[in-house]
RNA sequence: GCCCGGGUGGCGGAAUGGCAGACGCGGCGGAUUCAAAAUCCGCUGCCCGAAAGGGCGUGUGGGUUCGACUCCCACCCCGGGCACCA
């Protein structure tokens, strides 16, 4: 390799006297380890909760343990690393924990696959990327280390289990689940592929009725939804979430059954239907019901009995992904129920359908139908033979089916005329002045479902008491954990479900024999408070000091992968604000994460790196050649911080190389100059100071809005420009010079703390770089005296004049006439008009 | 289908209404060297031209403007998310 030829060279410029190591090159594998352990034997990122700094909070979404870092943990880590540094350069006191979301299912299927109990599995994959992540250079207070599996850490989830518990946000409920048979467990949505099989397994995704434990997020759905507004993140974010909660206006009522006559019927409730569009109700030709819905029993007429039933098991027998993935289909599956309901709008009856597009998880479960503004209503109508009555005026050319947009009302009664909006309104307010219904607001938001079936998770602390019921367990009692003597069979059961160590307790109220609950938690629920434990990560008598979270929460920046965009970042913040809610966290504490930034996926040759597809590039293997400053410069250099890169647009031998110029400009700079220099500033000094101050305002404008690609450009440019200065014969003065390197040194120090850290220490006597203070560029050192002014003719450019930065109107015009060039495009004609914007651009109209 | 991004040299990208292509990679040339590596310096959008110089050029087509990669309208293509949500 490079460095290691160079090692042997005796630097031409050094002298006898020069210490042994100050020949050397730039040697990474030499000086990265070194320092890694120099800062955490100083203890320069360790804050305490009574720092009088101002306080910074800076949080890399904690990782699941899954053994030495890959690149995508690099990139997350340098960011986050940066970050930490620069901001303490700037004197904040900067909280940079590190922990790991060490429950999940890679540790419980080793063990099944190997016997290896899954924490001791757990241990040593976090040995292994906390090794990574030190040998990366990232800087962590590692004394607040939080892992998931910790029993400290499962005692306060559990506890905040129990306070949600009581505050009726938990509850147990029967809901269709996706179910995997490979896995034995209930699965996220997000564990569901495309096609309906299991992320994991590959078999094919069953949906089941199972009784389960929620959260009840929704009722705070309209909170999550308004303070989205404030939040400082992306807003491809923001907008993922709000459609995510999905909140949809419109009204509620009820659709009386009516009798042979086709008058209602008192003896059975009306059917009720949610629509964002009552005003289009004069439209309603038929009504359908979701075949799950639990009426349809008292709905279905004999004759028909037969047919909604096979249709009914028809339905179930699909996955929802199955069920869905008719979209498209001309037909719209789905079956008469053999019963009318009334339009109350009109008086008239209208037939009620069974059909697969409408979901019971839904709005009530049931729709009215109106063909003419709706195209699956549309859809529906025509394979059945149904009517279809237009109830919007489309405009004249319209071509289209079901036609959605505005217009006026039309054979709508009391409608007609009305535009939309109108319409909706005088419709609601006839709805409730009737009493058949009234306004109402939907979400799509549904409530999550926490519990798996589990071993290697937070167990959820309730017993089932034959006398008392389901009963929460005393918080005296917590933490619940999991027996260590389990047998992992390759069933996929949980162990818990067969260890009587486990099951056979007493109930916390009467004291009779109970029977743990075996499930365990959603590995976000986790995730959806460690944030708040790293303000006060060892407190044994509380989930967290109120005010160690108030003085340090929100988190100033928060930085992760967009695949948490939905899931734990919602997670997060319905825990937050109920927490909040509940006193335990302070009551201004409405969402966790001020500011978010997404970092982008790293790829080879467009596909994702998985160990699995075996395309991984080892980050190890990187730092063992060229050292963990060259690849963080790399991931910094190759693209903006926010987008996808892919391993093959990487330059490590340019950031290599640029390192060692680096290296060599600040090792050998004083040697290669004129050694002393008095009297009045050359003009290098001057240009050389001028570019100085400008370089650390563009660095720290560039920290300042993530564009870390910009400022590594910037790092290149002014090493540049240092390097052809150095070497002219009237160079500037050794302290301009000092100062330019200096400079260099500690805007980069964030971004490669290793070789900064080592140059610094050589130049200042030992001194440490990370504890400098950032630098400022002084304003009256950014303008300069003279600017190139362009000039123009008819916009395009012609010349380009020197000249001073107060230049008159009347000059700038002048000398932009004067040009040689100005005049031969002009070619004897005389100008129409001329822009002038003194000092910067003459534009001549001919 | 809907909602977000994005489209600029051989490649990654820079430029938030005013010099298009910073910086890096790759390529070419030079210095150094016995030679090579490393290093240092220079050139490098396309076309015409010996040069001076000129023409063209940021997905496509229009528009606004003295001036558009940048703003507006329409369209094409690529990536991502959601997807029968009534």
Redesign the pocket.
């Known amino acids: 390799m490079?460095e290691s030829?160079?090692t042997d060279q005796p630097d031409n410029h050094s002298t006898h006297e020069t210490p042994a190591h100050d020949r050397l090159g730039y040697v990474p594998t030499d000086i990265e380890p070194r320092w890694q352990q120099y800062w955490v034997d100083n203890g320069t990122y360790e804050v305490n909760n009574d720092d009088p700094r101002p306080r910074y909070y800076v949080l890399c979404m904690y990782p699941y343990p899954s053994g030495p870092a890959h690149q995508g943990h690099v990139r997350n880590y340098t960011f986050g690393d940066l970050l930490t540094r620069y901001r303490t350069m700037q004197g904040d006191a900067v909280l940079s924990p590190i922990g790991f979301d060490s429950f999940g299912l890679p540790a419980e299927n080793a063990a099944i696959k190997s016997g290896i109990h899954p924490r001791v599995f757990t241990d040593e994959r976090i040995e292994e990327l906390s090794s990574s992540l030190k040998r990366i250079g990232a800087s962590y207070d590692w004394r607040r280390m939080v892992t998931s599996h910790d029993p400290e850490y499962i005692r306060w989830t559990q506890w905040i289990f129990l306070k949600f518990y009581e505050a009726g946000l938990v509850y147990r409920g029967n809901s269709p689940v996706n179910w995997c048979p490979g896995c034995q467990t209930v699965l996220a949505?997000?564990q569901v592929n495309a096609d309906g099989t299991c992320d994991r397994s590959g078999d094919i995704v069953e949906r089941r009725d199972m009784e389960q434990w929620f959260y009840k997020i929704t009722d705070y759905a309209q909170e999550l939804l308004d303070d989205i507004e404030g939040l400082e993140w992306p807003?491809?974010v923001k907008?993922?979430q709000q459609?995510?909660i999905?909140r949809?206006e419109?009204a509620e009522f009820g659709l009386p059954v009516a009798d042979a006559n086709g008058k209602p019927r008192t003896d059975i409730e009306p059917v009720r239907v949610?629509?964002?569009?009552p005003d289009t109700s004069f439209g309603m030709t038929f009504a359908v019901m979701?075949p799950e819905h639990s009426m349809v029993d008292a709905v279905t007429t004999p004759e028909n009995k037969d047919a909604v039933a096979a249709f009914q098991a028809d339905v179930a027998g699909k996955s929802e992904i199955d069920?869905?993935s008719?979209?498209g289909e001309i037909t719209?599956?789905g079956v008469f129920t053999g019963t009318h309901l009334v339009n109350p709008f009109t008086g008239k009856t209208v037939p009620l359908y069974l059909a697969?597009?409408?979901?019971?998880?839904?709005?009530?479960?049931?729709?009215?139908a109106v063909p003419g503004q709706?195209q699956?209503d549309w859809d529906f109508a025509e394979a059945h033979g149904l009517e279809i009555i237009r109830t919007i005026e489309p405009p004249a050319d319209f071509e289209g089916k079901a036609y959605t947009g505005d217009g006026p009302s039309v054979n709508s009664e009391w409608l007609d005329g009305l535009e939309i909006t109108d319409a909706k309104k005088k419709a609601i307010a006839w709805l409730e002045e009737q009493q058949l219904g009234e306004q109402k607001v939907?979400y799509?938001l549904r409530d999550w479902l926490l519990s798996r079936q589990r071993f290697w998770g937070c167990p959820i602390p309730m017993v089932y008491c034959d006398n008392c019921g389901v009963q929460p367990v005393a918080e005296t009692s917590l933490p619940v954990l999991a027996p260590d003597e389990v047998e992992f069979t390759p069933t996929g059961q949980s162990p818990l479900l067969n260890s009587d160590e486990f099951l056979v307790t007493e109930c916390p109220t009467c004291e009779g024999p109970a029977r743990r609950e075996t499930d365990t938690m959603d590995t976000f629920v986790d995730s959806s408070w460690y944030f708040l434990r790293f303000a006060d990560p060892t407190n044994t008598d509380a989930a967290f000091d109120m005010n160690a979270v108030g003085d340090w929460l929100p988190v100033d920046q928060y930085i992760g992968g967009?695949e948490h965009a939905?899931l734990h970042l919602m997670y997060a913040r319905f825990f937050t604000k109920a927490l909040a809610d509940l006193g335990i966290a302070p009551k201004d504490l409405r969402e966790p994460f001020k500011r978010l930034f997404t970092q982008g996926m790293v790829k080879l040759g467009g596909t994702k790196m998985s160990k699995s597809k075996g395309n991984v590039i080892a980050p190890e293997a990187i730092i063992d050649s060229q050292g963990s400053d060259t690849l963080r410069l790399a991931h910094m250099?190759?693209?903006?911080p926010a987008?996808?890169?892919d391993w093959e647009?990487f330059?490590l031998?340019?950031?290599h190389?640029?390192l060692?110029?680096v290296w060599?400009l600040a090792r050998t700079e004083t040697d290669q100059l004129p050694k002393v220099r008095t009297g009045a500033a050359t003009k290098a000094d001057n240009e050389i100071e001028a570019a100085t101050h400008r370089f650390i305002d563009k660095v720290t404008s560039d920290y300042e809005r993530w564009?870390y690609?910009?400022a590594?450009?910037a790092f290149?440019?002014f090493t540049?420009l240092l390097?052809?200065y150095v070497?002219s014969e009237d160079g500037p003065h050794d302290h301009t010079t000092a100062f330019a390197v200096d400079s260099l040194l500690l805007t980069m120090a964030p971004a490669v703390p290793h070789i900064t850290a080592e140059l610094w220490t050589h130049r200042h006597d030992g001194a440490h770089i990370h504890q400098q203070q950032w630098p400022v560029a002084d304003p009256d050192k950014l303008k300069s005296e003279t600017v190139?002014m362009?000039v123009?003719v008819?916009?395009?450019?012609?010349d380009?004049i020197e000249v001073s930065v107060d230049i008159s109107e009347q000059d700038a015009e002048a000398l932009a006439l004067a040009s040689e060039?100005v005049i031969?495009?002009l070619a004897g004609g005389t100008p129409k008009?001329t822009?002038v914007?003194a000092p910067?651009?003459v534009?001549i109209?001919s």
């Open positions: 490079a030829s160079q949505n997000e807003n491809k907008t993922m459609n995510w999905g949809s419109g949610f629509t964002t569009r979701a069920r869905l008719n979209d719209k599956r697969d597009y409408v979901l019971t998880t839904y709005g009530t479960g049931a729709i009215m709706d699956r939907n799509r967009v939905i250099q190759v693209k903006p987008e996808d890169v647009d330059g031998d340019g950031c190389r640029f060692n110029r060599r564009s690609n910009t590594v450009a290149m440019e540049n390097y052809k070497q190139t362009i123009q008819n916009g395009k450019l012609r380009k060039p031969r495009q008009k822009i914007r910067k651009i534009n109209v």
